[in-house]
């Protein structure tokens, strides 16, 4: 995306952009307003920051951004992290994190952005409990919200810009790992993530900022294992399907039903019952059927 641009550089390339805008001559020392940022076309505004996040220093681009008045003119969902739980002893620099996990991730434009939007719904959901432990219960969904509009204002296509938030939205889920999961809540996890299962566990990695290495080896090898496990889930589905062939016949059959997305319904309800681990994979057609009766008329009701 940069071609190697040092990240700082491209920073300052939003001050000679909207300098241009304005008419001035872009070596002038001028320092622009927010008003001024404001005049960028989004496009422009969306290639300079991504050659700021794909740069040699993805960090020192960012505080640059900041520094030049920039960051919080063009992205003030994330200037508000600036200071963010700065001198907190019960949580990190939230601003110093963000700029630490953009670097840490992989070159890759969707995965860089979801870095740096990643805690932006920290913000509005911090609260302190009595025992003074610092809490941000539903960041995630918060920032997901606040990252689809980010991404809107600077003008994302639908597919990239969904697969953004759901990078920021999915963002704790592989921290969250046990090796204790069944392999039916490693199906599950599989199947929510789906395609974006690289993208989120490579941001699930750059994400481990702690600064104890033994912690952060541990929480790396548990990523390594769950997508060991999710591998493997994969391949034997593959192999044997997780639901028989002609179940839909047999639902139709033992229940007196036609063709028609009644059917379909049912078949999925006993798909979310395997990825739930409230049925067993790969069981007899029979199994199924007997819990579909059990389930029927609240089934038939959705």
């Known amino acids: 995306m940069s071609d190697g641009i040092p990240s700082d550089a491209a920073a300052a390339a939003l001050r000679r952009a909207v300098l241009v805008a304005l008419g001035h001559d872009p070596g002038l020392l001028l320092a622009p307003s927010a008003a001024d940022y404001a005049t960028l076309e989004p496009e422009l505004v969306r290639r300079e920051v991504e050659h700021v996040l794909m740069g040699r ?14 960051l919080v003119a063009l992205l003030p969902e ?6 963010f739980g700065e001198g907190d002893r019960r949580h ?20 860089r952005w979801a870095a740096l939007l990643h805690d932006i719904g920290k913000v509005p959901t911090r609260t302190v409990a009595p025992d003074g432990q610092v809490q941000f219960h539903g ?3 918060v920032g997901a919200r606040a990252a689809a509009r980010v991404l809107k204002r600077l003008g994302f296509d639908k597919d990239q810009g ?10 704790q889920r592989p921290s969250q790992y046990d090796p204790g999961w069944t392999d039916a809540a490693v199906r ?110 609240e089934l038939k009701a959705q």
């Open 57 to 70: 220093d993805p960090a020192a681009g960012l505080q640059r951004l900041h520094d030049d008045g920039a």
């Open 78 to 83: 994330v200037a508000a992290l600036v200071g």
């Open 92 to 111: 990190k620099d939230v601003w110093d994190h963000s700029k630490r996990v953009v670097s840490q991730s992989p070159l890759r434009v969707e995965v």
């Open 139 to 141: 960041h995630a969904e």
């Open 162 to 171: 969904n697969r953004i938030r759901q990078l920021v939205l999915y963002h």
């Open 188 to 297: 599950r996890f599989a199947k929510e993530t789906g395609d974006l299962l690289g993208d989120l566990l490579a941001l699930s990695r750059a994400d481990m900022t702690t600064r104890y290495d033994a912690r952060r080896q541990r929480g790396r090898e548990l990523i390594d294992e769950l997508a060991r496990r999710v591998a493997e889930v994969r391949e034997i589905d593959a192999r044997v399907p997780p639901l028989p062939k002609g179940l839909g016949l047999g639902i139709m059959e033992r229940f007196g039903l036609p063709p028609g997305p009644l059917v379909g319904r049912l078949r999925a309800a006993v798909e979310a019952a395997v990825d739930r681990g409230e049925l067993e994979p790969q069981q007899d057609a029979e199994v199924y059927l007997a819990w579909l009766a059990v389930h029927l008329d």
